[in-house]
């Protein structure tokens, strides 16, 4: 029943921005940590940002610092990640994951992803 369902991806020129959402569904979101992840083609799936429970810290990938924000909304039960001043190499299929408490076993959970592409 965990769901993480991710949107707002799309087709961008170097520069621009744009605004990822993550619904999630199905655990305590209030009480996660969030995180952005990104897998481009023929790298490995990299964590770009990361939000604590309160929303109070953040962390993000050096090659995002200053360019991307991470937020939550715990009333929505939505992550979300502006991205500005978006270059080529951020181009990725954008993934929102946690690891969620089942049966007394913590298990990593992420959606299915939304495609980014930066490109003139």
């Known amino acids: 029943q965990v769901q993480l369902v991710e949107s707002g991806g799309g087709l961008v020129q170097p520069g621009g921005s744009l605004r990822l959402s993550c619904a999630a569904s199905g655990f305590t979101f209030s009480n996660s940590t969030m995180t952005w992840y990104r897998r481009a083609p023929g790298r490995e799936r990299e964590p770009v940002a990361t939000?604590?429970?309160?929303?109070?810290?953040?962390n993000y990938a050096d090659s995002v610092k200053g360019r991307f924000t991470i937020t939550k909304d715990t009333v929505k039960n939505t992550v979300y990640l502006q991205m500005n001043n978006l270059k080529p190499d951020d181009t990725a299929v954008y993934y929102c994951g946690t690891v969620v408490l089942q049966a007394g076993t913590w298990s990593p959970f992420w959606g299915q992803g939304t495609q980014v592409t930066v490109s003139s």
């Open positions: 939000i604590s429970q309160t929303g109070r810290s953040t």
